[in-house]
Each structure stands twice: as C-alpha cells, then as structure tokens.
C-alpha cells in the first residue's frame, strides 16, 4: 500500500509564505516525477509545480518567480515554498506522485488528500 500525505496548509495573509510538504509511505521501489496540483471552489484541479527524480523542475505560469518545488529523495519528500502569496492562491492543494511499488511491474499515480491554503486580502 503507497500513500502520500500533505502538511503545512493554513491561513495566511497576502504577501506571506507557506511551506507545503508530501512525504510518500508504503511499499515503494521507485519513484519518479512528483508535483503538486491545486483546485478552487468551483474550478478544474490544475497544474502548479513538478520535479523529476534528478531535480528538473518545471512551473505553472501563475507562479512562476513565486513557488519553488524540491525534494528528498532520502525521505521520499516533495516540498512546495510558496511566496508571495496572493488570493487567488487559495485552493486546495493535492501531491502527485509517480511510484512504482515493489510487488508491481508498472508505476502508477498517487494521489494525497489534499491541504487547504488561504489567502486573505
């Protein structure tokens, strides 16, 4: 059994920062691209942050200059330091996770359950 955790959400003020953490558990062989994604009241999940197992990262526009990705291999850890924060920041944010399980073939996408982040005006 794989799963992935989220801490570090809450309520911040505009112009503050946050820091996000997801750490993967289970029965895990590898795994490969993580990323964090995030959903407002009333819209589609969309994309926020990724980072390849060696450390390439790529940003959504919105938040570029803003949010940083990284990750502990060691730990089985992605992190997200958001800065700068805006209202429209507020959703809830989810942790991806590319894992292939020690008793599978194939790798799979995981899914945590998600931490609320507000940001008041």
């Known amino acids: 059994q794989v799963q992935l955790v989220e801490s570090g959400g809450g309520l911040v003020q505009a112009g503050e920062s946050l820091r996000l953490s997801c750490a993967a558990s289970g029965s895990i062989l590898s795994i490969f691209t993580m990323a964090w994604y995030r959903q407002a009241p009333g819209k589609h999940r969309e994309f926020v942050a990724t980072i390849t197992r060696g450390g390439l990262t790529n940003y959504a526009d919105s938040v570029k200059g803003r949010f940083t990705i990284s990750r502990d291999n060691a730990k089985n850890t992605v992190y997200l330091q958001m800065s700068s924060l805006k209202p429209e920041d507020t959703a809830v944010y989810y942790c991806?996770?590319?894992?292939?399980?020690?008793?599978?073939?194939?790798?799979?996408?995981?899914w945590g359950q998600g931490t609320q982040v507000t940001v008041s005006s």
């Open positions: 991806n996770a590319r894992i292939m399980p020690i008793d599978s073939r194939v790798s799979n996408d995981y």
